[in-house]
């Protein structure tokens, strides 16, 4: 057994106002995580790019760290304008600031702007070892659209996704306070209605950009296809607890949010998405995302709905569940 790093005395609210302690980490963790010592990427060197997203203005490049094992991924954002920061005080307008002309035509003038560098920051998510999973969910690659029946899911998307899927350790780490413990906003400690309510890594902290996420704390329920009436009580508790959250914490009312689930989810455990209305988050699209609002009066009409309705989602390419689902209708047409 590893021993144990020095105890840690961060402690958060729950949602009933107390408050409870981080637990502890294990040196090994400490010792072999990347995240404990990076300041800068002097040390990355670039391999590819696997994506860039000029609509989103991302970019996602492919590498290893200098004296590393393992590849990894950097995923750099250009954040959107915090409202705080278009004052007079904030400092964006002003001599820190320097414009260079582009062209200018009678009243018309563009120029780039080079604001300070406190106001001008890219978000980056830094994966590393990255697995092959993580390179091809990050990478370019033609997408299709899948008519998932309840037959389709049990013979075919089940055995794979519980075969293939991503490690959910670090939802572990969340729900059990080794990690991202003062990043938790709001958490319930019911073994079976309870959560934890966190930021989502694609988070840049404003408000305009709002994106959570509320981790179960209940294991076993993998996605949306696992939802029946026995559940009920833990969504209403999620919606009801998160949202009272949010208003107090933000300012923003139920009806501001959007809250919703991924068909097929990223990770398989069940997690629930709360979103600043006004904010065209990522994967809000039609072919993924379900409101909750309509996933708790489905089941309330049909306690085992999700069990027996078609559900579509999308596929990439490279995914090896892409392959076995062709290769099923290629033996079926045979």
Known sequence: MATMATDLTTTHLLCDGSRIKKQKLDDDHEVNNIHQKLKNLSDFKVDKILHNNTSRKTVCVQGSFKELDGPAIVLLEKTAFQEEHVTNESGLFSEKGVLAKTFDNDIYGNYDFFPAIELNSIKTTVIHPATEKHIEKYSRQNLYLIEETPDIYNKIVLPHITAEQFDVQWVFNILEHKAETDRIIC?????????????????????????????????????????????LPLLRNIKQ??????????????????????????????????????????????????????????????????????????????????????????????
């Open 187 to 231: 958490e319930d400690t019911d073994p079976e209605i309870g959560f934890v309510l966190v930021p989502d890594l694609k988070w840049n902290g404003s408000v305009e950009t709002l994106y959570l996420l509320a981790l179960i704390k209940k294991r076993g329920i993998k996605s949306l296809r696992d939802l029946k009436q026995e559940h």
């Open 241 to 334: 607890k998160c949202t009272e959250a949010i208003k107090s914490k933000y300012g923003l009312d139920t009806t501001q949010l959007r809250i919703y689930l991924h068909y097929q989810p990223s990770f398989y455990h069940l997690h629930i998405h709360f979103t600043y209305l006004r904010h065209e988050a990522p994967g809000i699209t039609t072919e993924r995302a379900h409101l909750l609002a309509n996933i708790i009066s489905n089941i309330e009409l049909l306690p085992d709905y999700y069990q027996k309705v078609t559900i579509p989602f999308v596929v990439r390419e490279s995914d090896k569940l892409y392959e076995k689902l062709k290769d099923s209708a290629t033996s079926q047409e045979n």
